[in-house]
């Protein structure tokens, strides 16, 4: 059981440059999200999926994309890359999008964007 | 608007003391108050959880205390081990369905524990 899997671990992009982000979960989870985690700042939402073909914006939205074609992949998708979007990227899961459930994380991909 | 607030951003504790990281929250339909664990290099892991009905939750060394009148809720870590060492957050979120489940985080303490 891998749980998530999020890849690349590490990337570094040029400004301007677009990229997808993998996301991919073997638990049959409905909800999955990603963040970005800066220093000092937390983990902010950026986007959300409750559910194969359901997506919808979290707090940071501007500049990515995703979808959600399968219940396994989560893709997020940075169409030109900034300098403001260096950052660790975390992708969740969890079996639903109720406060019962514990959210399952990634090991992050880190990306630096120059 | 930040609406979960957490301190302190960082903590030194000694080995065997007690380690108390704070959270306030201002939303009062928050019904779920879970800290997680982060290791560096690694993604966040549940810690422990606690919802507004009780005032006071154990796991082993860990324990959260929720007082729902202040809208504060807290981690008390006993014995601590050079092992806890990590990054916590705590988190609320209000209710079922769509966007209600979406964690809120606070901006994180970074615990080291002397040994």
């Known amino acids: 059981n891998a749980g998530v899997t999020q890849t690349p671990k590490f990337q570094v992009l040029k400004t301007g440059q677009s990229m997808t982000l993998q996301c991919a979960q073997d638990?049959?989870?409905?909800?999955m999200s990603w963040y970005r985690q800066d220093p000092g700042m937390g983990l902010r939402l950026i986007h959300y999926?409750?559910?194969?073909?359901?997506?919808d914006q979290g707090e940071v939205p501007n500049g990515y994309n995703v979808s959600r074609s399968t219940t396994e992949d989560f893709p997020l998708r940075l169409l030109s890359a900034a300098p403001s979007q260096t950052s660790v990227y975390f992708c969740?899961?969890?079996?639903?999008?109720?406060?019962?459930?514990?959210?399952?994380f990634g090991d992050g991909t880190r990306l630096s964007i120059l | 608007q930040q609406q979960v607030k957490q301190s302190p951003q960082s903590l030194i504790v000694q080995k065997g003391g007690i380690s108390i990281i704070n959270c306030a929250y201002e939303?009062?339909?928050?019904?779920?108050f879970p800290w997680y664990q982060q290791f560096p290099g690694k993604g966040p892991a549940l810690l422990i959880a606690?919802?507004?009905?009780?005032s006071e939750k154990k796991e082993g060394r860990f324990t959260i205390s929720f007082n729902k009148s202040a809208k504060q809720f807290s981690l008390h870590i006993m014995d601590s081990q050079p092992g806890d060492s990590a990054t916590y957050f705590c988190?609320?979120?209000?209710?079922?369905?769509?966007?209600?489940?979406?964690?809120?985080f606070g901006k994180g303490t970074k615990l080291s524990v002397k040994p």
């Open positions: 988190a609320a979120s209000r209710g079922y369905g769509g966007s209600q489940g979406n964690l809120i």
């Open positions: 606690i919802r507004p009905d009780v």
């Open positions: 969740a899961s969890s079996y639903g999008a109720n406060s019962n459930q514990p959210q399952h």
């Open positions: 999926s409750v559910g194969a073909g359901i997506t």
């Open positions: 638990m049959n989870h409905e909800y």
């Open positions: 939303n009062t339909a928050f019904d779920y």
